[in-house]
Nanobody, 121 residues
């Protein structure tokens, strides 16, 4: 059973920072890539970042490059999304997700419950 649980969302000012956490069941951490996907009001879900299971290779959507960093701590079974230089357009529900693969680039099959991020002055 793939289990994912996000935390760390909230309100941030433009230009500010937030760190999201995704607690991952250990088996999932070893065998599945983990990604962050967001959905803004009235828009479709979009992938933000992904990290592979084996070698921690990372991938970013263009708007996240240079501002967001995805990382994992296997000792804590947790994947993080560090978000800096936040913009109002980053406002969305952020989901932690896993494909049925150790590689990024596949459709996500398993989802957390989501955490709200709001960027506003």
């Amino acid at each position: 059973q793939v289990q994912l649980a996000e935390s760390g969302g909230g309100l941030a000012r433009p230009g500010g920072s937030l760190t999201l956490s995704c607690e991952v069941f250990k088996h999932t951490m070893d065998y599945y890539a983990i990604g962050w996907v967001r959905q803004a009001p009235g828009k479709e879900r979009e992938g933000v970042a992904c990290i592979t299971a084996k070698n921690d290779h990372t991938f970013y959507e263009d708007s996240a490059k240079g501002r967001f960093t995805i990382s994992r701590d296997k000792t804590k079974n947790t994947v993080y999304l560090q978000m800096n230089s936040l913009k109002p357009e980053d406002t969305a529900i952020y989901y932690c997700a896993a494909p049925e693969s150790s590689y990024c680039g596949w459709d996500y099959d398993h989802w957390g419950q989501g955490t709200q991020v709001t960027v506003s002055s």
